[in-house]
């Protein structure tokens, strides 16, 4: 008995493109079904970086802002805090980091000892390089606040006493 007999049409399907019903051939089918689906494939690709860089920026911009309220939170003044948080984020940020334009704003409402030191991080990223002729944002503003307590058993100097006034001790010190 012939193999080809024993399992009919098995050796038959890997022969030559066969007709359809019409008489026309499928060759060349895949070419222009890969050609079709190109952009679409590249639009989805554009759209996962889009998103990534986003995930990204937000990530980021979540941590400078929990790095800025924890440098604040360890300054001993008010404007101390402000400089301390500005200058703890600068490099996590700016230069080889994602935001275009970052600004930093320190509460220093509730500084004192048990107090709290809150900070927000806002971060521009710009897309424009996706997004150019697609109908997306070039443009997005990122958000972050944070807070950080402000050590119970430390001094912290709010500001100065006028010459003549009462001298108060200082945490810790005896009379």
Do not use: K
């Not at 193999?3 to 060759?27: D, I, K, L, V």
């Not at 008010?78 to 400089?83: D, H, I, K, S």
């Amino acid at each position: 008995m012939n193999r080809a007999s024993a399992c009919p049409g098995r050796w038959q399907r890997y022969g030559p493109a066969q007709p359809s019903a019409e008489g026309a051939s499928e060759t060349g089918s895949a070419a222009v079904e890969l050609t079709l689906l190109t952009p679409l494939i590249v639009l989805m690709l554009v759209l996962v970086v889009y998103a990534g860089r986003g995930v990204n920026a937000h990530g980021q911009v979540d941590s400078a802002a929990h790095t800025a309220a924890r440098a604040a939170s360890i300054a001993r003044t008010p404007a101390a805090a402000v400089t301390a948080a500005e200058q703890a984020i600068a490099p996590e940020l700016t230069g080889s980091g994602p935001c275009t334009a970052v600004t930093v704003e320190v509460d220093t409402s509730h500084f004192r000892p048990g107090g709290v030191a809150r900070a927000t991080v806002v971060c521009q990223l710009d897309q424009s390089d996706l997004a150019a002729g697609l109908p997306i944002p070039g443009r997005r503003t990122f958000t972050a606040t944070a807070s950080a307590p402000i050590d119970l058993y430390r001094s912290v100097i709010t500001a100065r006493l006028p010459t003549g006034g009462p001298v108060l001790p200082r945490a810790g010190e005896r009379t």
